[in-house]
């Protein structure tokens, strides 16, 4: 069973739409979190939440927006697709807060092209 | 200012030599969390390891080492006996208490190890 599960794995759109991309862990984790991969590999995070609470907002464009509906899932849907949002999106799920938090587990990834 | 500093954009060794990817961080926390992990051609993020501020001792798991020095910032590894297989971007992350829960990431180091 995969521990942190996105789909899809490959999405190829076009500039202007609206995509989502799913998330799903069978941790059991409390944490969860949006991280962007660019072209030069540089990872960044984008959005956290802990128990559905947003607790991470970095500076990232309004068009993105997270929703957790449960502890297990976290999306995130795009707006008005840029060709700079073409990226890999992980999403990862962790146990615990500060000072006590456990390993962060990341997804496969989503490869987003926007064309 | 950079938190994490991967200096080795790339290396290349040949089959079973060893390498040493070196990381070296900064932070005013004096509990944080040192994290190394691998992206092989595949494309997902694999976890290495995790180490708390409270923990310097170094870690051996078969091939991999280790060596966390809080004197001088730095959680370097090594991999000894060098494969194939270890060809991957492997990527040094730190996570403060100031920063929530949040993986500060490393540029990234390639390693191409060829047979």
């Known amino acids: 069973d995969t521990a942190v599960s996105q789909t899809p794995k490959y999405l190829v759109t076009q500039m202007g739409n609206d995509k989502s991309i799913k998330c799903e862990q069978n941790l059991g984790h409390d944490t969860m979190y949006w991280y962007k991969q660019d072209s030069k590999k540089f990872l960044k995070i984008m959005f956290s939440y802990n128990n559905k609470e947003l607790i991470i907002n970095e500076t990232v464009p309004n068009r993105f927006s997270p929703k957790s509906p449960d502890k297990a899932h976290l999306n995130l849907h795009i707006n008005s697709l840029e060709l700079g949002d073409s990226a890999v999106y992980f999403c990862?799920?962790?146990?615990?807060?500060?000072?006590?938090?456990?390993?962060?587990?990341f997804g496969e990834g989503s490869w987003l092209t926007v064309v | 200012a950079q938190k994490v500093t991967q200096a080795q954009t790339e290396i290349s060794v040949v089959e079973k030599e060893d390498v040493t990817l070196d990381c070296v961080y900064e932070?005013?926390?004096?509990?944080?969390?040192l994290f190394w992990y691998k992206q092989p051609p595949s494309g997902e993020l694999v976890f290495l390891i995790r180490r708390n501020s409270f923990d310097e001792q170094n870690e051996i798991s078969g091939r991999y080492s280790w060596n966390f020095q809080k004197s001088t910032s730095s959680f370097n590894f090594t991999i000894t006996a060098s494969q194939v297989v270890d060809s991957a971007v492997y990527f040094c992350a730190l996570s403060e208490e100031l920063g929530g829960n949040k993986l500060v990431f490393g540029a990234g180091t390639i390693l191409r190890v060829k047979s």
């Open positions: 990862a799920s962790s146990q615990g807060t500060f000072p006590l938090i456990g390993t962060i587990y």
């Open positions: 932070t005013r926390d004096t509990t944080y969390y």
